[in-house]
């Protein structure tokens, strides 16, 4: 309870002012404790009249407990640099100053609560109090929100400790390190917790020279007032940075650190032998955060919820009030354009600051400019080329999309942005790609696979403005629903854009525009299909065409297969489709690599198996896949085949197949038995992801042999007894194992040691 917190804080102060020690207790200590100990009876007279009582009882809680360790024998202890009384007396007067800016919060607020009931009972029209949301005890810094979870974890792993810890930052441009940060550095319990504070900023240009003097420079000024002896120390060009902070309990924060070769050419200044020190490292890319952090930890920075941002938006613009009524509606939508980034949520509230408070004037303000385009060129000059391309190549989803990261993978194998490597597939490289630009922070995970890797992504809001205008002028992909807004601009603009541009973006329904989609300069579409928006699409005239990718989407948008078919250079199709029966035109597209159906139960044409460049065949569902007649070189490029059904694994068929990687297979006949030769899956023998599901009535006792090469095994229905478990469990490379829907029978699974032993 509040009251209870502040009463507690006020016997504390009291027992200490009865101490006889007259060395601790000075005239000047004993009047700075009489000056908190009357702020935190201000406190509690105003108490019955604040909202936010929690707020009280952390700020009483905190207070106290920095009281308590200020008269520690550890904090009071004499360590022959600094005098602990002037030490002692230095804390209290910062603590004083902390707790002043907390009354004269709680003060102002219950005036101006009183002025609004004395204008209502003169009105005789009561209005609500305006909302208070103090989140910490400092008010004379930026207002933090969201944060408080954040505080409260750094705060517990920089204190208590042995040893030194290096505690990274990690989160995209504009999220809010660097603030978290100062706001831990400038705590006040964080700085009676340490001897020496110091804060150095590296960016991407460094020297050792200019840390250095950063260091100095930094230790001097966060030194001062503290202890004479530290300062010479300091002052004296002589002595090092290392001998300064040797023997100290010392808190170092680098910020916006760019690369593990920095941190390797400064960790020699900060000794590890001093029990208790921290270092805090911002950075952008996990890769930095993983090689310096001494731990596990790595504090990753979120977005801002809803609620959060609105509060951060209303203080920047509007202080303690709240936004007028008539601006509200407006200026919530301005602010969810915002995506929930703190520095974005600052610029646009920096906009509007400067502008009449109209909401016409308001709807004109997009939730970005220059600064923030600048924050994030930074990241994206440190890209590789071939990053470059793949980061940019995003600018065709829609905003807010959510990406399938399989899909994004193939589509970047089939644009030639990446090459196979040694001991790698070109889509392995891909994956990789795809794990670097989220470690760089530009690309948020949305959902992962259970062997860790992303299943699904997306472009946070402000990166994708950012990733639409660098795509358009670097000539990568257009998207032209950003560039040209409205139906009739795109209309107008369309034949020539389509002239101009080799990779498109574009909605289903500008394709229809069948006097405008001639081109033969465009290679790569992705479509974003309309909902309820259904009429056959127009590709016809695409002469060069080696993408197309609709989107996925809950529609029946299809294209005519005729003209498809006569786009000899697709390696790459992606798409619902008219009919469940696919021609035997389809082996026209000599060319193709990857082939998705949105569709349930896709009849294959025997022709399939001409497609010799092919590499992933993928629907909701297949029927079962016609073997040619006669000798037919097989599909050797094959690694994805999913989801067959009722698939027959005679002999030939894993001949035909055998460099598969992913398999999918549902049984769904009445009786399900020998005739489909499950056994010679252990033919395949570069098989890695293996998805059984069984749907029949009727399954005899089974006991599969799967191949020794599987990574991932999911299994539905019942395929194995727990009793035959055994089989699963000595497969040497199994890292995943997924058992859905009764997959297997028996009342329960003994396990045996010495199973499941793969180092994952």
């Known amino acids: 309870m509040a009251y209870e917190a502040v009463d507690s804080l006020q016997q504390t102060l009291l027992l200490i002012l009865q101490r006889h020690d007259d060395h601790v207790i000075t005239p000047t200590v004993k009047q700075q404790i009489v000056s908190i100990h009357d702020k935190a009876v201000v406190l509690q007279f105003n108490l019955k009249r604040f909202p936010e009582k929690e707020t009280i009882r952390e700020v009483a809680n905190a207070t106290e407990e920095i009281i308590e360790y200020l008269f520690s024998p550890q904090n009071l202890s004499d360590n022959g640099s600094i005098d602990p ?91 809010g390190k660097s603030t978290l940060a100062k706001y831990i550095y400038d705590d006040p319990f964080i700085t009676f917790h340490f001897d020496i504070q110091a804060w150095v900023t590296i960016s991407q ?67 590890e032998t001093t029990s208790g020190s921290n270092i805090i490292i911002t950075t952008r890319l996990i890769d930095v955060a993983t090689y310096a952090a001494t731990s596990r930890y790595i504090h990753m920075m979120h977005c801002l919820d809803e609620e959060q941002s609105w509060r951060l938006f209303q203080h920047k613009l509007f202080g303690d009030q709240d936004c007028p009524l008539e601006l509200q509606t407006v200026g919530k939508k301005v602010v969810k354009g915002c995506g929930g980034l703190p520095l974005s949520i600052v610029i646009v509230a920096g906009i509007l600051s400067g502008i009449p408070r109209t909401p016409n004037l308001w709807q004109q303000i997009e939730g970005n400019d220059g600064k923030l385009g600048t924050i994030l060129s930074l990241s994206y000059n440190h890209l590789p080329p071939h990053l470059k391309e793949c980061f940019l190549y995003m600018a065709g989803f829609p905003k807010d999309y959510e990406i399938h990261a399989s899909e994004l993978v193939k589509l970047w194998v089939a644009e030639g942005f990446l090459e196979c490597q040694k001991f790698k597939c070109v889509e392995e490289v891909a994956e990789e790609c795809l794990e670097d630009l989220i470690k760089q922070s530009l690309v948020l995970v949305t959902s992962r696979k259970s062997d860790g890797k992303p299943k699904s992504c997306r472009l946070h809001c402000m990166v994708r403005d ?115 029966i696919v021609p ?68 030939r068929m894993m001949d035909m197949i055998s460099n598969i990687k992913k398999l999918g297979i549902c049984y769904s006949e009445e009786k399900f038995g020998a005739g489909y030769h499950i056994d010679n899956l252990i033919h395949l023998l570069k098989l890695e992801k293996l998805k059984l599901e069984m749907h029949s009535s009727f399954v005899p006792r089974l006991k599969p042999v799967f191949p020794p090469s599987l990574k991932k095994l999911e299994l539905s229905g019942e395929w194995i007894s727990w009793r035959d478990m055994t089989i699963v469990g000595s497969l040497p490379n199994l890292q995943v194992l997924k058992l859905k829907n009764y997959a297997c029978s028996g009342e329960h699974w003994e396990t045996i040691e010495g199973e499941f032993l793969v180092d994952n």
């Not at 902390?98 to 004395?118: N, R």
């Not at 530290?230 to 910020?255: C, M, N, P, T």
């Not at 002028?473 to 603009?493: A, C, G, K, W």
């Not at 079962?624 to 007649?629: A, M, N, S, V």
């Open 85 to 175: 009384t002037v030490k002692l007396s230095y804390q209290l007067g910062k603590l004083a100053e902390k707790l002043e800016s907390t009354v004269g919060y709680v003060i102002d607020h219950c005036k101006m609560k009183d002025e609004q009931i004395a204008r209502a009972l003169v009105d005789e029209n009561p209005s609500d109090s305006p909302s208070i949301h103090p989140t910490t005890i400092a008010t004379d810094r930026d207002f933090l929100v969201g944060f408080d979870e954040d505080i409260i974890q750094l705060r517990s792993r920089l204190i208590g400790h042995d040893g030194r810890k290096v505690l990274p930052i990690v989160g995209m441009a504009g999220i």
């Open 205 to 271: 240009d460094y020297s050792t020279a200019s840390i250095l003097s950063q260091l100095r420079a930094s230790v001097k000024a966060k030194a001062d007032g503290v202890g004479r002896e530290l300062l010479k120390e300091i002052e004296a060009e002589d002595v090092e940075i290392l001998q300064i902070l040797w023997g100290r309990r010392y808190l170092i924060v680098i910020d916006d650190m760019w690369c593990v070769e920095a941190w390797d050419h400064i960790r020699w200044l900060f000794p």
């Open 466 to 580: 950012f990733c639409v205008r660098h795509a358009g002028q670097e000539n990568i992909l257009l998207s032209v629903m950003d560039y040209f807004p409205t139906h009739i601009l795109r209309r107008h603009f369309l034949p020539q854009v389509l002239q101009n541009h080799h990779c498109i973006s574009v909605s289903w329904h500008d394709l229809q525009l069948r006097d405008s989609t001639h081109s033969s300069c465009t290679t790569s579409i992705i479509c974003i299909p309309h909902r309820g928006y259904r009429p056959k699409g127009s590709v016809e005239n695409f002469t060069s065409l080696r993408v197309l990718h609709v989107l996925r989407r809950n529609d029946h948008s299809y294209w005519e297969l005729g003209q498809v078919f006569e786009l000899i250079n697709l390696t790459y199709l992606a798409s619902s489709i008219s009919d469940s």
């Open 584 to 651: 035997p035109a389809i082996s026209k597209l000599k060319n193709l690599q990857t082939l998705i159906i949105y569709r349930f139960g896709v009849q294959l044409p025997v022709d399939i198996w001409r497609l010799r460049q092919l590499r992933h065949l993928i629907a909701f569902s297949f029927h079962p896949l016609p073997l040619p007649k006669g000798a037919t070189p097989s599909l050797e490029n094959l690694q994805t085949l999913s989801m067959a059904t009722n698939f027959v694994c005679s002999e």
